[in-house]
């Protein structure tokens, strides 16, 4: 096959975020005595995915979206706010410590995963927080089907930086660039950050949202199993 090695996204990608989010949050907030429904759900996913992006972009730093998003929700969401305030800490620390033990996989990941490393090496690149994604790594049990992890909280820069990526390279056994494939579901942190590299690219997108041809994408993929006949 064209390449050994798999650089491989970790949420929306292999986990199911917006479960593992769902359940974070409803026990975030109704331990700390706020409701919950879908449609507070709803807007707390629409916050959190626009602070990531800012992250991306280098406009904020993940401690202060750790707080900045329940800051938002509360804001956006609940009445007498300002009577509030001194509970943002308290739900942002709930929901992390909530995060770190929701480990959903995508439907047919975690067989896919299974028949992926007989082929190839595979290692983990997220911009998750360390806390988070060491516990539910540890709780789904990925470290059977992967060779390392990199985790951008804990390196200090993340996707899509040539630096995160320069780390990656330095730390993983193929030296061969040609032989390195990256494998995510964000045009913006996964597609750009592998391009900016000169590394190929697959874009894990089961809803057909992108269009290709794309100048980020070499491949694009529904299924991780598809990672199994690339040529």
Known sequence: MKYTTLLMDADDTIFDFPKCEYHAL??????????????????????????????????????????????????????????????????ADSYVRHLAKNAFYIDGAREALAELKAVYDIYIITNGLKTVQEGRFALSGLGEYVKGMFVSDAMGVGKPDKAFFDIVLENIKEKDTSRILVVGDSLTSDMKGGRNSGLDTCLYDPRCKVTMPDELCDYRIESLAELLRLE
């Open 26 to 91: 409803r026990s975030a907030l109704t331990e700390n005595g706020f409701r919950f429904d879908d449609d507070i759900c709803s807007a707390f996913s629409s916050i959190n995915s626009a602070l990531w992006k800012k992250i991306e972009l280098g406009q904020i730093t993940r401690s202060e979206m750790r707080v900045r998003r329940f800051s938002e929700l509360l804001e956006k969401c609940f009445d007498g706010y300002k009577e509030t305030g001194s509970s943002i800490e308290m739900l």
